[in-house]
């Protein structure tokens, strides 16, 4: 997490924005949907299936104006395909005082992530929404669109600094009640919301829509390395536990750590969320363009 | 038990070196929570085993309950080795030494020491002078003992250590218990095999100016831890006087000086009467030993304060024994109703003595009722009531008071005296050679209770008192008409006692009263308050009035003149009566300061072999107990920062 007055490099470099122009968001239900059997195609304007039309607006592809309509009528319309009926992908960001935390911090991660992932969304023609929250849902930044949109939503990112303590069902039920339907919701967060997680995820899968979790942990928080006695207090509640680092506890912490991911991973396999652990021990980079597609959610 | 204040600096170390943990910033503390929870649960006893920090506290814990408990080691006994520490105040004591300090002081401190000695054990502090007395009970707490003897201080009697040696064995015995067997082993009937036995020592702390032990082998160690070195001293060791038997009744004073120590003193002797000096001083050396009787003859009658003072030329090692007092007053009449037959014998002894109005009276004309009223004495010569008056004194000479000897007594020819008590006041100047084997016949009396042999055949008491009452006398077991007795001093001489003795009046004369000893006075019926003021007239201590208006308290450490007053009657304008009672040390034993070795008398039993089981002395275990869990805090702490 960059310290004040510190300039903190950019989120995303132009390499990794190039590759990003290059992928889709896989919305699950929509392969399983209309689009049953047919392959997808990753860039847009390609496909046969002529949906409708609209008014051109500014920003638009050129290339989808109806040249015929163009010639008859003279007005601008650009061609919807089937593929291209508006979706909205809302980036739901954990900014909570937790996130701050851990070798290699998770905050940074969790924004590149998030930039990633809107980059991608918007370069594919997706709506994407930004929302963080801590102790309640805060939005920052309205639905945006277009390629052009990509250096907005990062700089947005980059200049977000966490707040206060979590409290994932209050934000998260505040999201569901306005969540734009069918959207694809990107769930980013470490998940330490000590009033539990399986109301939030409910109210996540709830409204309509996919959606997804990207569960982020901090190197240091799945491979404790300290020893000694140590005074460990919690950033956001500032409780405290005093624990002494044997190897014991050490393996008794792993394997509660470990009970606790695959708890998520049932609730999200009952709530139908699409789940990936990831830590910030791998460059984000990696979690995008190799985790998530080996997943199925990108393409 | 300073050795403790090493604990100050564990503790600091401990507070210095107190864990402090270092804070971490973390996400959650969820999940330590919950897995410092799911630990403790796990594997209790693993965790035990393996949580050496916490074995260590467990160990450290106990051991500080134990100390609490307070255990002890040593003795199977439930406590520990008694030590009894016998403290000399005599008069000797004061003598001072080399070095300007008196005996006592030295004896303070090696009090303290043997206090120091017998730490973990109990003790007990007993002062002995002329009377015993103990300062403490038996304690375990030692610093009892120190503060009574801060509290002690030497005084002017004598040294009864038989008195003391007896009480310290009746409290040893009286803390006897019964061993365990060495090796566990009974006997073979599975009883107890070993008597009652006594763990105890008895220090005597003294110069050793002691008259012997009288009594049996001690059967427990005495230890005399011995005080002083000076020797040389010279005293007054014995002062008497008498009054002559001549119509003024002039004085005889004798006196007897002593030099106890090895080297020549020189000195000079004065007699004061009444303040002012009588005669010369007299100039005297005295070889190392020696001893000097001098005698001054006072004319005249009444009552007067004699004193007399021995001033060595150097500086004496005891001052006490320098100076004696003593009181000769004029003593009242003694009324004395003569009963019985002719008897020119006893009637000239009885016209010679000074100061006893005789008046020969029948039977018949005897009034019970009133009888004490007219007489202090009834001299009864072969003829007696049944009844004796009550309240009176009575000499019976030659008759069987039956009140007391009721039945017919055998009659005894020529009895052969086995034995007089020459103590006896009554027969201090009386010589009873005179009646051995030569009284014609006697019933000598049976002794039973209310009755004291004065003097004795084997067949029963020549002389005896008798007292049960009102009643009380003297009797003779024979006709003195049928021995030589009246023919010679001595009959006049016990007449006269015999007189003063049952008439509770003095001779005159008042002396011989040490301190420490009984002083008795007769004040008679109606005494309503009495008291006795010391010497220096500053000290006035009430005296209880027993019955018949005797007045009885205990001469005090305090040499010189005491006054016993008292008042008859509920007036309270009325008169004060007074009696001088002069106090002096006059004991050659302690005049005699030159410390001793030993105490004569005293062996001790060797200490019995181990046939039961005593252990050592008791020692507390708590400090040890303590100190250890100490350490195994400090352990505890390297352990857990090592881990």
């Known amino acids: 997490m960059s310290e004040v007055g510190e300039v903190e490099e950019p989120l995303l470099d132009e390499d990794f924005l190039a590759r990003c122009g290059k992928l889709a968001l896989l919305s699950r239900k929509m392969v399983q949907g209309k689009l049953r059997g047919e392959k997808r195609s990753r860039r847009r304007g390609m496909s046969t299936e002529f949906a409708d039309h609209r008014n051109y607006v500014a920003g638009d592809d050129l290339r989808h104006l109806d040249w015929n309509i163009y010639g008859r009528l003279e007005k601008l319309f650009i061609k919807l395909f089937e593929e291209e009926e508006e979706r909205s992908v809302v980036l739901l960001l954990d900014a909570s005082a937790s996130m701050a935390c851990g070798e290699p911090d998770k905050w940074r991660h969790a924004r590149q992530i998030a930039a990633a992932l809107g980059a991608i969304a918007l370069a594919s023609g997706d709506r994407v929404q930004l929302r963080v929250f801590d102790r309640e849902l805060r939005p920052v930044m309205g639905s945006i669109r277009g390629i052009r949109s990509i250096l907005k939503l990062i700089r947005i990112l980059e200049e977000l600094k966490v707040g206060n303590e979590t409290a994932l069902l209050p934000s998260i039920r505040a999201h569901a009640a306005s969540a734009p339907p069918r959207a694809i919701q990107i769930l980013i967060s470490d998940l330490m919301d000590p009033a539990g997680i399986e109301d939030p995820l409910r109210q996540l899968s709830g409204s309509r829509g996919e959606s997804w979790l990207i569960h982020l942990l901090s190197r240091s928080e799945e491979h404790p390395e300290e020893l000694g006695d140590l005074r460990l207090r919690d950033v956001e509640d500032q409780s405290f536990v005093d624990v002494s680092f044997t190897p014991t506890i050490i393996e008794a912490y792993r394997s509660i750590l470990a009970e606790y991911r695959e708890d998520v991973r049932k609730m999200c396999g009952r709530f139908q969320i699409q789940s990936v652990e990831v830590s910030t021990e791998v460059p984000f980079d990696r979690v995008v363009l190799e985790m998530l597609r080996q997943r199925g959610m990108l393409a | 038990m300073f050795w403790f204040l090493l604990l100050i600096p564990a503790v600091l170390l401990l507070w210095f070196l107190k864990i402090r943990r270092t804070e971490k910033i973390v996400a959650s503390t969820i999940l330590w929570r919950r897995a410092l929870q799911d630990e403790r649960v796990r594997s209790p006893f693993q965790r035990l085993l393996k949580n050496l920090v916490l074995l260590l506290q467990l160990i450290a814990?106990?051991?500080?309950?134990?100390?609490?408990?307070?255990?002890?080691?040593?003795?199977?006994?439930?406590?520990?080795?008694?030590?009894?520490?016998?403290?000399?105040?005599?008069?000797?004591?004061?003598?001072?030494?080399?070095?300007?300090?008196?005996?006592?002081?030295?004896?303070?401190?090696?009090?303290?020491?043997?206090?120091?000695?017998?730490?973990?054990?109990?003790?007990?502090?007993?002062?002995?002078?002329?009377?015993?007395?103990?300062?403490?009970?038996?304690?375990?707490?030692?610093?009892?003992?120190?503060?009574?003897?801060?509290?002690?201080?030497?005084?002017?009697?004598?040294?009864?250590?038989?008195?003391?040696?007896?009480?310290?064995?009746?409290?040893?015995?009286?803390?006897?218990?019964?061993?365990?067997?060495?090796?566990?082993?009974?006997?073979?009937?599975?009883?107890?095999?070993?008597?009652?036995?006594?763990?105890?020592?008895?220090?005597?702390?003294?110069?050793?100016?002691?008259?012997?032990?009288?009594?049996?082998?001690?059967?427990?160690?005495?230890?005399?831890?011995?005080?002083?070195?000076?020797?040389?001293?010279?005293?007054?060791?014995?002062?008497?006087?008498?009054?002559?038997?001549?119509?003024?009744?002039?004085?005889?004073?004798?006196?007897?000086?002593?030099?106890?120590?090895?080297?020549?003193?020189?000195?000079?002797?004065?007699?004061?009467?009444?303040?002012?000096?009588?005669?010369?001083?007299?100039?005297?050396?005295?070889?190392?030993?020696?001893?000097?009787?001098?005698?001054?003859?006072?004319?005249?009658?009444?009552?007067?304060?004699?004193?007399?003072?021995?001033?060595?030329?150097?500086?004496?090692?005891?001052?006490?024994?320098?100076?004696?007092?003593?009181?000769?007053?004029?003593?009242?009449?003694?009324?004395?109703?003569?009963?019985?037959?002719?008897?020119?014998?006893?009637?000239?002894?009885?016209?010679?003595?000074?100061?006893?109005?005789?008046?020969?009276?029948?039977?018949?004309?005897?009034?019970?009722?009133?009888?004490?009223?007219?007489?202090?004495?009834?001299?009864?010569?072969?003829?007696?009531?049944?009844?004796?008056?009550?309240?009176?004194?009575?000499?019976?000479?030659?008759?069987?008071?039956?009140?007391?000897?009721?039945?017919?007594?055998?009659?005894?020819?020529?009895?052969?005296?086995?034995?007089?008590?020459?103590?006896?006041?009554?027969?201090?100047?009386?010589?009873?050679?005179?009646?051995?084997?030569?009284?014609?016949?006697?019933?000598?009396?049976?002794?039973?209770?209310?009755?004291?042999?004065?003097?004795?055949?084997?067949?029963?008491?020549?002389?005896?008192?008798?007292?049960?009452?009102?009643?009380?006398?003297?009797?003779?077991?024979?006709?003195?008409?049928?021995?030589?007795?009246?023919?010679?001093?001595?009959?006049?001489?016990?007449?006269?006692?015999?007189?003063?003795?049952?008439?509770?009046?003095?001779?005159?004369?008042?002396?011989?009263?040490?301190?420490?000893?009984?002083?008795?006075?007769?004040?008679?019926a109606g005494v309503s308050r009495a008291v006795l003021t010391d010497p220096s007239g500053v000290q006035e201590v009430e005296i209880p009035v027993l019955p018949e208006g005797v007045l009885r308290t205990s001469a005090g450490d305090e040499l010189g003149i005491h006054t016993m007053s008292w008042r008859k009657g509920k007036d309270p304008d009325s008169e004060w009566i007074q009696q001088l009672i002069p106090v002096n040390l006059l004991s050659p034993e302690e005049s005699s300061i030159e410390p001793k070795p030993s105490i004569g008398g005293i062996t001790t039993v060797p200490e019995r072999e181990q046939e039961g089981f005593w252990g050592g002395a008791r020692s507390e275990l708590w400090p040890w107990f303590l100190a250890t869990a100490l350490f195994l805090m400090m352990l505890e702490w390297i352990v857990f920062h090592r881990r």
């Open chain 2, 61 to 524: 814990v106990l051991l500080a309950v134990l100390a609490l408990a307070a255990p002890e080691s040593g003795s199977q006994r439930f406590t520990s080795r008694l030590n009894l520490i016998l403290v000399d105040t005599s008069a000797s004591m004061n003598s001072v030494e080399a070095d300007g300090r008196t005996r006592f002081e030295l004896a303070r401190e090696g009090v303290e020491e043997i206090i120091d000695e017998i730490t973990g054990e109990r003790g007990m502090v007993v002062r002995f002078s002329s009377r015993v007395e103990p300062m403490t009970s038996v304690t375990s707490d030692l610093s009892l003992l120190r503060k009574a003897v801060q509290g002690l201080s030497a005084g002017s009697g004598v040294s009864n250590i038989n008195d003391a040696l007896e009480l310290a064995l009746s409290i040893a015995k009286q803390d006897a218990v019964v061993p365990m067997l060495a090796n566990d082993s009974v006997s073979e009937d599975g009883e107890e095999v070993l008597p009652p036995q006594i763990d105890a020592r008895i220090y005597v702390v003294s110069d050793g100016a002691l008259p012997p032990w009288s009594g049996d082998s001690f059967p427990i160690p005495v230890l005399l831890h011995s005080i002083g070195d000076a020797s040389a001293n010279s005293g007054i060791v014995a002062l008497a006087a008498r009054r002559e038997f001549s119509e003024e009744g002039d004085l005889r004073v004798v006196v007897e000086i002593r030099n106890t120590g090895d080297e020549m003193i020189s000195g000079f002797l004065d007699l004061r009467l009444d303040g002012e000096p009588i005669a010369e001083s007299v100039q005297k050396d005295l070889e190392g030993g020696e001893r000097w009787t001098r005698s001054f003859a006072l004319q005249g009658g009444g009552q007067h304060q004699i004193e007399v003072h021995w001033n060595p030329d150097e500086t004496d090692a005891l001052p006490d024994d320098n100076s004696a007092w003593l009181i000769a007053s004029q003593p009242r009449s003694i009324r004395v109703a003569r009963v019985g037959k002719k008897n020119f014998l006893l009637d000239d002894a009885l016209s010679v003595l000074p100061s006893v109005v005789v008046e020969s009276i029948t039977l018949a004309e005897i009034d019970p009722e009133t009888a004490a009223d007219e007489f202090d004495v009834m001299v009864w010569d072969r003829e007696i009531p049944d009844q004796l008056p009550p309240g009176v004194g009575h000499l019976v000479i030659g008759a069987r008071p039956l009140q007391f000897w009721p039945d017919e007594i055998e009659m005894v020819s020529q009895p052969v005296l086995v034995a007089w008590q020459k103590d006896d006041p009554v027969l201090r100047f009386s010589q009873l050679n005179a009646i051995d084997g030569t009284v014609v016949e006697t019933f000598p009396f049976p002794l039973r209770p209310g009755v004291s042999a004065m003097a004795e055949c084997r067949e029963g008491a020549l002389l005896a008192r008798f007292n049960l009452g009102d009643v009380r006398g003297i009797a003779v077991a024979f006709d003195v008409l049928a021995s030589p007795w009246p023919l010679t001093p001595s009959f006049p001489f016990f007449v006269e006692a015999a007189l003063r003795d049952l008439a509770r009046v003095s001779s005159g004369i008042e002396s011989g009263i040490r301190s420490g000893d009984l002083i008795e006075v007769f004040a008679g």
